[in-house]
């Protein structure tokens, strides 16, 4: 049952990655900014548009790769400061 269910949600991600975005960042306008780092280790990045947060590694074998903030109950966790870029 775990399985078939994993299978669905990976179905469900493929077709909703390949949607056609109707909306378009500017192009001198990023759709995240920086909230936070530490030079060459990682930054925390917030969504412009959602305020969701997430940590983006600048470690040498995982560059580049984001991962969602969570509070202690899985919620994303939501930037509601100032912008610092």
């Known amino acids: 049952m775990k399985k078939m269910a994993i299978v669905m949600i990976m179905m469900i991600l493929l077709v909703v ?8 960042v500017p192009s001198n306008q990023s759709r995240f900014m920086e ?11 917030a969504d412009r548009e959602t305020g969701v947060m997430y940590s983006v590694s600048f470690g040498g074998y995982n560059r580049g790769s984001f991962t969602l903030l969570v509070d202690a109950d899985g919620n994303p966790l939501i930037y509601t400061g100032e912008q610092h870029d």
């Open 35 to 45: 909230v936070e780092s530490v030079v060459g280790l990682w930054r925390i990045v």
């Open 17 to 24: 990655g390949c949607a056609k975005v109707e909306k378009a």
